[in-house]
């Protein structure tokens, strides 16, 4: 945000390769003054969500209702000009409701197919728990290939095709748990929170000056980056340094998971390269061109804890993957 309040300038794509760092900080930056604007507090949940965003990965989004999860979503699409739709998940949702379907038009008396909601730059998978396998099944290989097989035809997504699903974590009843294959396929898992005291204050006090969540551009939010620029941010990760003891850390890390008695199914390879595409992802907006140890620590628990399946005796001590995760990584020695 400039001084005096104004839009942040576009951020320029063309660049030196050796500004590479420079372009996912102030894209950091830029998203980060937009959304601000809608949203109090929830800075780590931001901060995850554009790591996932920059790095082409889809985040599992899980806290009680009413913790910004929905308008963080639709600030930070608006904010990276991205076309934004949401889905309402339900038992009775079906398949067709996501992908789509054909439907015969009566001038023409041919199928035409009606693309579904899918066929977006973000897509917010709201309460993703309430639809039964099927329906879920309908995003795999959406989330995994960016591309959709319809109607015997398959059509590419949105280069910056991303998912970001929410859960409620207390409520049960009604909801079917998300399968094994689908939940890998997730980069991070965040959890959304309560706001502190001073930035529930603050919520009220905006709310108090007539802020609407539901109207984004009435509170000032705007596009501050271009899918151009998105996109040559995600290229950029590639200059991103990792010294071979950190990206030995990183194997190491995930492979601990699999020998440890208190888990029953530890993460696979494609958590190691989430979380080494996240740590690139990560020192690149904080403004560093290398990745630290600390990183790689710092984002062990989004990225793997969601992926594992407890022993039944760890369950039955009442542990959860998170407590689990901590002792795992804690076992690893860090690399100096």
Do not use: W
């Amino acid at each position: 945000m400039t001084p005096t309040g104004g839009p942040i300038a576009p951020v320029p794509v063309a660049q030196p390769q050796s500004a590479a760092v420079t372009i996912a900080h102030r894209v950091r930056e830029a998203a980060f003054a937009e959304v601000r604007k809608a949203v109090v507090g929830q800075d780590e949940a931001l901060e995850l969500m554009l790591c996932g965003l920059i790095t082409g990965g889809h985040v599992l989004l899980e806290g009680v209702p009413g913790v910004a999860k929905t308008l963080m979503a639709r600030a930070l699409a608006l904010s990276v000009s991205a076309e934004f739709r949401r889905i309402q998940f339900t038992p009775d949702l079906m398949p067709a409701d996501i992908l789509g379907t054909s439907v015969f038009d009566m001038k023409t008396q041919t199928f035409v197919l009606v693309k579904g909601p899918i066929f977006t730059d973000l897509l917010l998978a709201d309460e993703i728990n309430r639809a039964p396998a099927k329906t879920q099944s309908a995003l795999l290989e959406a989330m995994q290939e960016r591309s959709v097989s319809l109607e015997g035809r398959h059509t590419t997504l949105s280069p910056i095709f991303t998912v970001f699903a929410t859960q409620n974590p207390v409520e049960s009843e009604g909801t079917y748990p998300l399968p094994e294959a689908q939940l890998d396929r997730f980069l991070f898992k965040i959890d959304v929170g309560y706001p502190s005291d001073h930035e529930e204050e603050a919520i009220l006090q905006s709310v108090h000056r007539g802020f609407d969540s539901g109207d984004l551009t009435r509170a000032g939010v705007q596009p501050a980056i271009t899918q151009e620029q998105l996109l040559a941010t995600r290229e950029s990760m590639r200059q991103v340094a990792i010294e071979p003891p950190v990206l030995s850390y990183v194997r190491k890390l995930v492979a601990a998971t699999r020998v440890s008695n208190r888990i029953r199914l530890g993460a696979g390879p494609r958590a190691g390269v989430h979380l080494l595409l996240a740590s690139k992802a990560l020192a690149a907006l904080r403004g560093r061109s290398f990745v630290t140890p600390d990183d790689v620590r710092y984002l062990a628990g989004p990225v793997l804890k969601h992926r594992l399946l407890l022993s039944p005796d760890a369950e039955l001590d009442g542990a959860t993957p998170a407590e689990v995760l901590r002792e795992v990584v804690n076992s690893v020695e860090v690399p100096r």
